[in-house]
């Protein structure tokens, strides 16, 4: 696979707090030249993107980011407005007190409401590893199978750890056969890309791939 080709994984993402519209065009300029999988960028863009690229790019946004503990309803109505204005891709945040208190079963439905009404758009499940034991990512990769998420997913790239070789082997182990890993957050090198794509990952979060790839092009050239 070659430098290029890693990036037809990566959700091409721009996620600050301080993120301007200049920023975001260029994040999307760089989508469309390097056919990324997408761009993952905060709701409030979403309408406007949509209505300057069109079909030119797919668009992902954030729910209940990036803590993750909005209420059911509040995340619900997030994202249909995101799929209203656009979107095709929902990656959300779990309730991760309702792990913390062992109420998988409520986070369990949390994801499945949200499911029922991305419908055929994909709805990627962000599980924020760094806070959770082996025995609580074990069991959010139950209840995002058991919901019929497309995606689990590690991180947000704000806690205080990003993916690991590690997380993404144990995910393979207990997903169901119709749900995909998406690794995101510490993937700062094309080696880092390589190896999680090697490892299984479908989907690559990260703010620097393309600019990764190109350096890497122009030191060979």
């Known amino acids: 696979m070659s430098e290029l080709d890693l990036l037809q994984y990566v959700d091409h993402t721009l996620l600050k707090a301080v993120a301007a519209w200049d920023d975001i065009k260029i994040l999307c300029d760089e989508a469309v030249e ?98 959770l034991t082996e025995e609580e990512k074990v069991a959010m990769c139950k209840a995002v199978t058991n919901a019929g998420a497309d995606f689990i997913k590690t991180s947000t790239g704000f806690g205080t750890a990003g993916a690991t070789l590690e997380d993404v082997r144990l995910f393979k182990a207990n997903i169901g056969p119709d749900v995909k890993i998406k690794a995101a957050g510490g993937v700062k090198s094309v080696e880092d890309l390589e190896a999680f794509i090697k490892e299984g990952c479908a989907r690559i979060g990260t703010s620097s791939a393309v600019n990764l790839i190109k350096g890497k092009l122009a030191k060979e050239y």
């Open 34 to 131: 390097y056919k990324t999988a997408s761009v993952c960028i905060p709701a409030s863009y979403v309408k406007r993107i949509h209505e300057e690229y069109g079909d030119k790019l797919a668009i992902c946004t954030v729910i209940g980011f990036p803590l993750g503990y909005s209420t059911k309803e509040v995340k619900v109505f997030e994202c249909r407005q995101a799929l209203e204005d656009g979107a095709s891709e929902i990656d959300m945040v779990i309730n991760i007190t309702d792990v913390k208190n062992g109420d998988y079963k409520k986070v369990e439905e949390e994801i499945a409401a949200l499911k029922k009404i991305t419908g055929d758009k994909v709805l990627k499940v962000i599980i924020e590893t760094c806070y």
